[in-house]
């Protein structure tokens, strides 16, 4: 039976509903994920540091999809709340084309500066190539690596959200068996590696516009639509602490591959590359937790339900701190069977990447609360307090720890700066919690 945003949330009916989404974010971060696998394992330990290289551009340049998807789902969350289901749809049908259009001209301009870029961030020798030969494929999806994102929160929206999770699935499952196909068995390198993963991502970006573009049973689907520019703007603004916060991890992961070739090398960023790995799916469930509540947050703010506004509230605090202390015993449990998973090969390799991880970890004791304050923010259509708050939490923060840390501690400064960086953004969070509490009437 289909949970539909307009009810009253118990805590096994908000899990329910937010669970795909979770399910989703972490087959998301598979792309990735499997990539690392098979090119460490099957390619080497240079091709692998290249991939973590360049990776990070890649997702910041996506992460216009997700800004999109996080600021267009809260709007068209709110229409649909005040009862303007056609309005709804020609909103969503005109920020998915907005999307794609971005997506093409992002693609082109990557194109022509992809070798650039890759030295800027310290390729060297044959990682300049590898660089630049995964790097370009992946442009060449970009647009519906995009369009993944987008759906992705809009699935959420249109109360599918099991479907956005069987299509993520699905392309995540194409990635893996592709992978092993052109990797393991046709020995393609990173270029396979690369090629497994655009499939995937058109397959996640083509499969929901054969869903929408039809009849269904949904509450959005493709309508006439025309050129919404405030709307458009707003979805930007709304939505420029999502893309804030990918941009500022992409910056920070490379401060991070600057700062370890200083202090240990390429066996440095093929170590946090793994860590990166591990966090992702970690910090994924924190992720989907959040697209999968913000629908609801706006629906009944844009309803003026101030009761399920605080309901919904207090149950997701709980679940951030359960949930929290559950992520953090796990990370440090299971840390020396995922590290061999990627590096077993190399002893040296796998000792830096687990005592990095197990310093990591403490991060996961608080992260979820900062990324749930900004997500909240956004599905209360207040950009401006979550773009702060991401942009404190990430770039200021995140930025000035892996600087100043690593000074102090060396390369132990650098696996604590990530914590460091989410205890003083948990300040900033509650601050501003406490400071709109009676404006939004939420607590």
């Given at each position: 039976?289909?949970?539909?945003?307009?009810?009253?949330?118990?805590?096994?009916?908000?899990?329910?509903?937010?669970?795909?989404?979770?399910?989703?974010?972490?087959?998301?971060?598979?792309?990735s994920i499997v990539d690392g696998l098979f090119v460490s394992n099957f390619v080497g330990k240079t091709s692998f540091a290249a991939l973590n290289l360049i990776f990070p551009l890649l997702m910041a340049l996506g992460a216009l999809g997700f800004m999109i998807g996080s600021g267009g789902s809260a709007i068209i969350g709110?229409?649909?709340?005040?009862?303007?289901?056609?309005?709804?749809?020609?909103?969503?049908?005109?920020?998915?084309?907005?999307?794609?259009?971005?997506?093409?001209?992002?693609?082109?301009?990557?194109?022509?500066?992809?070798?650039?870029?890759?030295?800027?961030?310290?390729?060297?020798?044959?990682?300049?190539?590898?660089?630049?030969?995964?790097?370009?494929?992946?442009?060449?999806?970009?647009?519906?690596?995009?369009?993944?994102?987008?759906?992705?929160?809009?699935?959420?929206?249109?109360?599918?959200?099991?479907?956005?999770?069987?299509?993520?699935?699905?392309?995540g499952v194409v990635n893996i068996a592709l992978d092993a196909l052109f990797v393991a068995a046709f020995q393609w390198g990173l270029a396979g590696a690369a090629a497994a993963t655009a499939i995937?991502?058109?397959?996640?970006?083509?499969?929901?516009?054969?869903?929408?573009?039809?009849?269904?049973?949904?509450?959005?689907?493709?309508?006439?639509?025309?050129?919404?520019?405030?709307?458009?703007?707003?979805?930007?603004?709304?939505?420029?602490?999502?893309?804030?916060?990918?941009?500022?991890?992409?910056?920070?992961?490379?401060?991070?591959?600057?700062?370890?070739?200083?202090?240990?090398?390429?066996?440095?960023?093929?170590?946090?590359?793994?860590?990166?790995?591990?966090?992702?799916?970690?910090?994924?469930?924190?992720?989907?937790?959040?697209?999968?509540?913000?629908?609801?947050?706006?629906?009944?703010?844009?309803?003026?339900?101030?009761?399920?506004?605080?309901?919904?509230?207090?149950?997701?605090?709980?679940?951030?701190?359960?949930?929290?202390?559950?992520?953090?015993?796990?990370?440090?449990?299971?840390?020396?069977?995922?590290?061999?998973?990627?590096?077993?090969?190399?002893?040296?390799?796998?000792?830096?990447?687990?005592?990095?991880?197990?310093?990591?970890?403490?991060?996961?004791?608080?992260?979820?609360?900062?990324?749930?304050?900004?997500?909240?923010?956004?599905?209360?259509?207040?950009?401006?307090?979550?773009?702060?708050?991401?942009?404190?939490?990430?770039?200021?923060?995140?930025?000035?720890?892996?600087?100043?840390?690593?000074?102090?501690?060396?390369?132990?400064?650098?696996?604590?700066?990530?914590?460091?960086?989410?205890?003083?953004?948990?300040?900033?969070?509650?601050?501003?919690?406490?400071?709109?509490?009676?404006?939004?009437?939420?607590?």
């Amino acid at each position: 039976m289909r949970i539909q945003l307009s009810e009253h949330f118990t805590y096994g009916k908000l899990l329910r509903f937010v669970f795909p989404a979770i399910v989703t974010m972490i087959f998301t971060s598979v792309y990735s994920i499997v990539d690392g696998l098979f090119v460490s394992n099957f390619v080497g330990k240079t091709s692998f540091a290249a991939l973590n290289l360049i990776f990070p551009l890649l997702m910041a340049l996506g992460a216009l999809g997700f800004m999109i998807g996080s600021g267009g789902s809260a709007i068209i969350g709110k229409t649909l709340g005040e009862k303007k289901r056609d309005l709804a749809n020609r909103y969503f049908t005109m920020l998915v084309i907005a999307t794609f259009l971005c997506g093409i001209v992002i693609a082109f301009m990557g194109q022509l500066f992809l070798r650039q870029i890759a030295v800027l961030l310290g390729a060297e020798g044959a990682m300049i190539e590898e660089c630049v030969v995964y790097g370009r494929i992946l442009l060449g999806s970009l647009p519906f690596f995009m369009l993944q994102y987008v759906f992705q929160l809009f699935f959420v929206v249109a109360e599918k959200s099991k479907l956005g999770l069987g299509i993520t699935v699905f392309s995540g499952v194409v990635n893996i068996a592709l992978d092993a196909l052109f990797v393991a068995a046709f020995q393609w390198g990173l270029a396979g590696a690369a090629a497994a993963t655009a499939i995937g991502q058109v397959m996640g970006g083509v499969l929901p516009v054969l869903y929408f573009i039809r009849k269904n049973d949904s509450l959005l689907r493709f309508s006439k639509t025309a050129f919404y520019g405030r709307v458009l703007l707003k979805t930007c603004t709304n939505g420029s602490s999502e893309l804030l916060s990918n941009l500022a991890s992409s910056v920070v992961t490379m401060l991070y591959n600057y700062q370890l070739m200083r202090f240990a090398g390429e066996d440095g960023v093929a170590a946090y590359g793994v860590i990166a790995y591990i966090a992702f799916i970690f910090a994924a469930i924190f992720l989907g937790y959040a697209s999968g509540s913000a629908p609801i947050i706006s629906y009944h703010y844009g309803a003026g339900n101030e009761t399920e506004l605080k309901n919904v509230f207090r149950k997701s605090m709980v679940f951030h701190l359960v949930t929290g202390v559950a992520m953090t015993v796990f990370a440090i449990a299971v840390s020396s069977p995922l590290i061999r998973l990627f590096v077993g090969y190399d002893r040296q390799l796998f000792e830096l990447t687990l005592h990095g991880l197990k310093l990591y970890s403490i991060s996961f004791l608080i992260c979820g609360f900062n990324i749930f304050a900004s997500a909240f923010f956004t599905a209360l259509n207040n950009g401006m307090v979550s773009a702060a708050i991401s942009f404190l939490r990430t770039l200021v923060f995140g930025s000035g720890s892996i600087i100043i840390l690593p000074q102090i501690w060396k390369i132990d400064g650098i696996w604590l700066a990530i914590t460091a960086a989410e205890l003083l953004s948990v300040f900033v969070s509650s601050a501003f919690m406490v400071c709109n509490r009676k404006k939004y009437h939420y607590a």
